[in-house]
């Protein structure tokens, strides 16, 4: 069965269950579920019940689609996503921004942790990624049969919507929020990073690391879809004073951070 088959047969499922077109989609990495409490939500479908869409294995990913209004619009959330180290392939990984935008999606709002290479930023701030670097060893492009998915040779000269980026920063700074701007390096992982690799990601012009949204944006560009990611930031990668991980304190920063990114999308959610 080829992509464009699974997809047909997804969306076909999805709307069996009443879930129809939203033009939004909102896609929420680890620990970052608070959003959903500001939603009227109307249905919710696991992800192991929709063809050829895996389950996550992450225990802070809960692996579910929700459809529902939040802010008066109608929005389609992944609660949970895929990762390369969860051993899923680039297509797996990116099957559920084919599936968002087959249900109509062309506003593409991400959010991920990550840690902080740039020591000006502070645990439980907020980034808006306005770039990337792409470390994950490949792309969800490369692969044979992909011809009816979209052009192979993407343009990433602008991979996150400069215009929603604008009104991102506008409202940060009405609501008097703290909001970077910098470049996300997305690694494999699920090993951190050692300090010379941090050292090496600051050099290359890095300003966040994490494991995820990359191959997710560049299939999002494919599509022609409007991107805007964030990311909330629950550690600071400091090579000369590295301490040991702390998950306990890297979910609550993700609170912390998030109740920033609730705010701005709430904002934003009426103006798209």
Known sequence: ?????????STTYLRSQGIPDCSVGIVLGTGLGDLVQQMEIHKVVAYEAIPHLPEPTMEFHKGRLLYGTLAKKEVLVLEGRFHKYEGYSDQEITFPVRLLQAMGVHHLLISNAAGAINLTYNKGELMLIEDHINLQGGSPLAYQGNADLGPKFVDM??????????KALKIAQAEKLTLHQGVYASVVG??????????YLKIIGADAVGMSTVPEVIVANQLDMQVLAFSVLTDLCDPDHLKPIDIEDIMAMAKKAEQSLIKIVLKLIPQL
């Open 1 to 9: 069965m080829t992509w464009t088959e699974k997809i047909k047969e």
């Open 157 to 166: 000269s602008e991979p996150y919507s400069s215009l929603l980026q604008e």
């Open 190 to 199: 699920p090993q951190l990073e050692t300090r010379a690799e941090y050292r």
